[in-house]
C-alpha cells in the first residue's frame, strides 16, 4: 500500500495568514492526489482533485500543487470557516489511502 | 440536490454483524460508483471499498477481504455495506461516498478525481 504522511500535524494560524500543508507519498503517484477538509461532526469535503484542480464551489484562496512524490495545499488568507482538519489522498493505487490530517486550529 | 443519507447510529456485541445504508438522491444512482470508508476515533480516513451500482461490480481492500460485502438497489437507489465477525476496533464512523470519476475519453476511471458527495457517516459501536 502507498503510504501517506502530512506535516505539520497541527498548525496554529490567525484569521488572514497564508498556512501551507505538505503531503508526502510513499512512492510516486504523478498527479493522483485529492484533499478534503474535515470539521467536527460533518462528512469531509472536497477541496482539490488532480493536485491542483479546485474542485466546484470552493474558494479561491485554496490552491494545491505538486506531483510525483510531494505536495502541498496552501491557504492564502485564512477565514474563519477554514479552522478544519485537512487530508490528502492518493488516488493513484488501490487500495486508496489517506494522510493522517493536518489540524488547523486558532492561534 | 445531489446528497447521501445514511441509515442511523448501531450498537453491537463483538463477533456480531452490522449494516449500514446509503441512500441516493438528486442524480442517477447507476452512473456513479459508491464508496465507503471508516474514521475510527481520533483516527484519519480508511477507505474500505467500491461499488458500482450499475454492474454490480465491486472492489474490496485487502483488510477487509471476506468480512465486508456491498450490495446496491437500483429501485431504491440505496448502497449497503455489511461488516460481520465485528471487533472492538471496527468501532468508527462509517461513510459512503460518491466517486468522482476521471474520464478523458468514452473510458472512466473509478476514484481517480477522489469522491465528491459524502454521507453523513454512521457511528459503529462495537461493545460487550
Partial sequence: DIQMTQSPSSVSASVGDRVTITCRASQGISSWLAWYQETPGKAPKLLIYSASTLQSGVPSRFSGGGSGTEFTLSISSLQPEDFATYYCQQTSNYPFTFGPGTKVDVK | QVQLVQSGAEVKKPGASVKVSCKASGYTFSDYYIHWLRQAPGQGLEWMGWINPNS????????????????????????????SSLRSDDTAVYFCARDFPYCPSLSCYPGANGMDVWGQGTTVTVSS
Fill in chain 2, 56 to 83: 454490480g461490480g465491486t472492489d474490496y481492500a485487502q483488510k477487509f477481504q471476506g468480512r465486508v460485502t456491498l450490495t446496491w438497489d437500483t429501485s431504491t437507489a440505496t448502497a449497503d455495506m455489511d461488516l
